[in-house]
């Protein structure tokens, strides 16, 4: 009799929710509840839908038979925050004009005294990127079909971002790269095309950047991280490899490449100091070699050095660690001696890029615990944080932009977030197109000038097989 004997909790694991309450007007007190509901009270091994209003049983992870796992209603309640932030992107920009939120406004206030520098220039910014409006843009290609197989990994913009050099993740295995021409990145049309090459590494890129060698953004620095027994490499790739009027045999190939162990990061020097160097940041060691002489300087850390770079006016690397720890390397150091660290900074977590501003006063740094602090380098303290950056343990970039004042970041939950450089406030958060994942993280890249120095300011960003330009208004 006794195992007959079933709770309404029991029956098909569902319950309908309480509705009396200690306070007598009928309803369920407010406290917290797994699904993130504030009405009802939350129950041990139980989680209430909002949608259905009732009690469902949660199951370990490891139990295939029911689906209904923390995890599921987790990414669940993810993707229906999403669409509501996508839905809302639609009204943005009727919202905006209702409001009368414009600059002219903005700039009649400043004039009267009621709106202070930085208040007026945040809300500027603020009003510009709230009214970016996504936009698919065409990539055209000798090669149709492998645009549609092939996945974005990476996008980087040179200096003057007439060009984006691509990486992209292909079926059989490794990285296949490409590099987009922007100059026809225009209003209404929004084409671009693709250089290829079949230059293929069966090994994931860790970190890359544009070298000057030749002449500006001559080459790009590949910096691969080593599987199973083969060792990690570091090559300098020209870009005129994917030009196509090169005639038969005159095609240039790399102009270096060696092995190296544990390869984590890179950075090209711009310094007239360390001219035609760049740096690869390793397990425990640095390395800053000379393209035109081979000459080596190695430098020996307590951790793995995840990210790097160069100062333009002082002869200074600096370095972002696993530990937290950055530090800056002093280019006149011949050896490992006292006073070759010249200026340490700590973060709780491990540091995965560094950022330095243009009067090299500040640099900015972002770590896998989703902190993002500006410190000041003569004082050494941190000035300012910047809040809603999520990170857990990847690997993940920092674009500063000081021409528009802004900070961008993509989170690992795929949400592209900008701030105000100057007050650290948040100005928008940019869902993904697509459901999040840990393997669709989008790669973004933004400039005042997008195709040239006519372009107009936006923001790039790749995610699967697809670009998307977000354009000023």
Not at 118 to 145: F, G, N, W
Not at 211 to 225: F, G, P, T
Not at 304 to 313: E, M, R, S
């Amino acid at each position: 009799r006794l195992w007959n004997r079933r709770t309404p909790l029991d029956d098909a694991g569902a319950q309908q929710s309480p509705r009396a309450s200690s306070d007598g007007r009928g309803e369920a007190p407010s406290t917290s509840s797994p699904a993130g509901s504030s009405s009802v009270p939350e129950l041990p091994g139980y989680y209430f839908d909002p949608e259905k209003k009732r009690y469902f049983r949660l199951l370990p992870g490891h139990n295939n038979c029911n689906p209904l796992t923390k995890e599921s209603i987790r990414q669940k309640e993810m993707e229906r925050t999403r669409l509501k932030l996508l839905e809302d992107e639609k009204r943005q920009g009727k919202k905006i004009a209702r409001l009368g939120f414009n600059t002219s406004s903005l700039l009649q206030k400043s004039k009267l005294g009621f709106l202070n520098a930085t208040s007026y220039c945040r809300l500027a910014h603020e009003l510009r990127v709230s009214c970016m409006q996504r936009k698919k843009v065409q990539i055209q290609s000798s090669d149709p079909s492998a645009l549609a197989s092939d996945q974005f990994n990476l996008i980087m913009a040179d200096t003057n971002s007439e060009r984006l050099f691509t990486v992209n993740d292909v079926k059989v295995g490794g990285s296949k790269y490409g590099i987009i021409s922007l100059h026809s990145l225009k209003t209404p049309t929004f084409r671009v095309h693709m250089h290829e090459n079949l230059y293929f590494t069966n090994r994931k890129v860790n970190a890359m950047c544009w070298a000057s060698l030749n002449h500006l953004d001559s080459h790009v620095l590949l910096c691969l991280m080593g599987i199973a027994e083969t060792p990690g490499c570091v090559t300098l790739l020209p870009t005129s490899l994917f030009v196509s009027n090169h005639a038969a045999g005159d095609r240039p190939g790399m102009l270096c490449s060696f092995r190296i162990p544990g390869a984590w990061s890179c950075a090209w020097s711009p310094n007239v100091q360390a001219n035609s160097c760049f740096s690869t940041g390793l397990s425990r060691r640095v390395l800053v070699t000379s393209v035109v002489t081979g000459h080596r300087q190695s430098f020996g850390t307590s951790s793995d050095v995840l990210t790097q770079q160069f100062a333009l006016t002082a002869p200074l690397l600096f370095n972002g660690c696993r530990s937290g720890e950055i530090f800056a390397i002093d280019l006149r150091c011949q050896n490992q001696g006292e006073g070759w660290k010249a200026t340490r900074l700590f973060h709780d977590s491990a540091v995965t890029s560094v950022q330095i501003l243009q009067e090299e006063q500040c640099l900015m740094a972002s770590d896998m615990a989703g902190t993002i602090k500006l410190w000041d380098l003569r004082t050494t303290k941190c000035i300012r944080q910047y809040e809603g950056h999520v990170n857990e343990y990847a690997h993940l970039p920092l674009h500063v932009h000081e021409e528009e004042g802004i900070v961008v970041a993509v989170g690992q939950d795929c949400y592209t977030r900008i701030w105000s450089l100057h007050d650290g406030q948040l100005l928008r958060t940019i869902p993904s197109p697509y459901p999040t994942s840990k393997a669709d993280i989008p790669s973004v890249a933004f400039s005042s000038r997008l195709g040239g120095a006519r372009g107009a300011p936006g923001l790039l960003m790749a995610v699967r097989q697809d670009l998307y330009c977000f354009s000023y208004s």
